[in-house]
């Protein structure tokens, strides 16, 4: 062994357990027993008492320190690993992510996206959970099976692949159907996300995640078309910046955005003000039937501006509670089809000339359909927010995104119950005691 390579040993504050630098690594080694001996103990009067320390001990503080060995070793390689994201986010943050129990509902090409970024960025364990089967129009834009598992089971297709990704993320499948599942099975979980469900059965899980007060997100796409919706129920998050004048008032921003608490520190020379603010969510069967924000309305020029995708998905989900499926080509399935979305329209108040009939055919041609892209986006997006929420830094979705790939446009509607207006008594959350009792 060259010299530059020999380790320096530093004497450690643990008796027993020293620490050494071995090419600038940090470790820790288990020294001689007379290690475990202080002065006093080596004169010559107390040298019964020093013979007099039984094996099991020693044995035990060596087990002991051979764990401390571990962990260390396992935390520097995850620190390693991680390291980029934790300049971005924090340790803290990818703490949270680190013990995080997220449960991934549905295993199509969205549902792929989703997990390959949530177990890449280190989460702590993922459940994906899936009843159906692999098909052949599966192979289109889904990575993690090929032909050989058509036939098979779709969670447990992709499973192996998933693993390989992060072999540190417990990775779990469940393929019964979802539907069965009572409220207290998504007790366990930090995170729910259900993607590419019609909205009863969303509505439903997100009814049973509110009664547990665990996070909820819904997903879907249809082509080149996709959403994105969350609720939080009350979610606090802080924000950072560089503190003004000005004091920073305890009050409401928004119908939904209130601040909480404020706090300070100091960074490379300036006073850095932590923000502490809290949204809250309504469930996605009041946000489905909610209007537009106020702003929204009030103005024609906004009024044209909102996408017709936003009536497009109310239609559908509508079409689905009431045929039980999803339009086909037939003449029946596309007059019904229009005649919901114009009813949708003009429940939201929009414009007739912005619903084109080329937009509801294009959104007509993608349903049903995957477009890689389309997934990667929004699964990118999803998993972004999502570790957003986990590690509490940054804005969450507030609350339906949808995304045009055809504009390339994905706007955010906050859609809520006509709320009451919100002062500096203000006492959040507001929305979840309204939507637990509606699902009490």
């Avoid at 992709?158 to 099975?185: F, G, M, W």
Wanted: proline share 6%; net charge negative.
């Amino acid at each position: 062994m060259n010299s530059v390579d020999q380790p320096t040993r530093e004497p450690s504050a643990t008796n027993g357990v020293s620490s050494t630098t071995t090419n600038g690594h940090p470790s820790t080694h288990i020294t001689d027993q007379s290690q475990f001996q202080n002065q006093s103990q080596l004169q010559p009067g107390n040298l019964d008492k020093t013979q007099s320390i039984s094996a099991g001990t020693c044995q035990n503080t060596r087990f002991s320190a051979l764990e401390s060995d571990s962990l260390t070793f396992r935390l520097l390689d995850e620190i390693a690993l991680y390291d980029r994201q934790i300049r971005l986010w924090g340790v803290k943050a990818q703490e949270r992510l680190r013990t995080a129990n997220v449960l991934l509902i549905t295993m199509r090409a969205l549902a792929n996206e989703i997990a390959k970024n949530l177990v890449l960025a280190g989460i702590g364990s993922l459940t994906v959970q899936d009843s159906q089967v692999v098909v052949e129009d599966d192979l289109g834009a889904q990575f993690f099976i090929s032909e050989h598992d058509i036939g098979k089971n779709r969670a447990e297709s992709a499973a192996p692949q998933i693993r390989r990704l992060n072999p540190r993320v417990a990775l779990r499948v469940d393929s019964e159907d979802i539907t069965l599942k009572q409220p207290e099975y998504f007790a366990p979980y930090d995170m729910i996300i259900a993607t590419d469900l019609d909205l009863a059965t969303l509505s439903t899980i997100n009814a049973s995640c509110r009664l547990c007060n665990k996070p909820f997100y819904a997903s879907g796409t249809h082509g080149f078309y996709g959403y994105i919706f969350a609720d939080l129920i009350s979610h606090d998050y802080v924000i950072e910046r560089e503190k003004s004048n000005r004091p920073t008032a305890l009050t409401a921003e928004t119908l939904t955005r209130s601040i909480v608490a404020t706090s300070t520190k100091k960074e490379n020379g300036k006073v850095i003000e932590m923000v502490t603010k809290r949204e809250i969510y309504s469930p996605m069967v009041l946000a489905n039937t909610s209007p537009l924000p106020s702003d929204q309305l009030n103005s024609r020029r906004r009024k044209l501006q909102v996408s017709p995708l936003l009536t497009c998905m109310r239609a559908l989900w509508e079409f689905h509670s009431i045929s039980g499926a999803m339009p086909t080509h037939r003449h029946a399935d596309l007059e019904l089809f229009t005649t919901l979305a114009t009813e949708k329209h003009k429940e939201l108040q929009l414009p007739s000339e912005t619903l084109r009939s080329e937009f509801l055919r294009s959104f007509l041609q993608n349903i049903g359909s995957e477009l890689a892209p389309v997934t990667a986006f929004l699964g990118g997006q999803l998993a972004q927010d999502v570790i957003n929420v986990l590690g509490q830094r940054e804005q969450p979705i507030q609350n339906l995104l949808l995304f045009d790939g055809e504009d390339s446009k994905g706007p955010v509607y906050a859609l809520h119950p006509v709320f009451p207006p919100l002062d500096s008594t203000f006492d959040p959350p507001l929305a979840a005691p309204v939507a637990a009792t509606l699902f009490a």
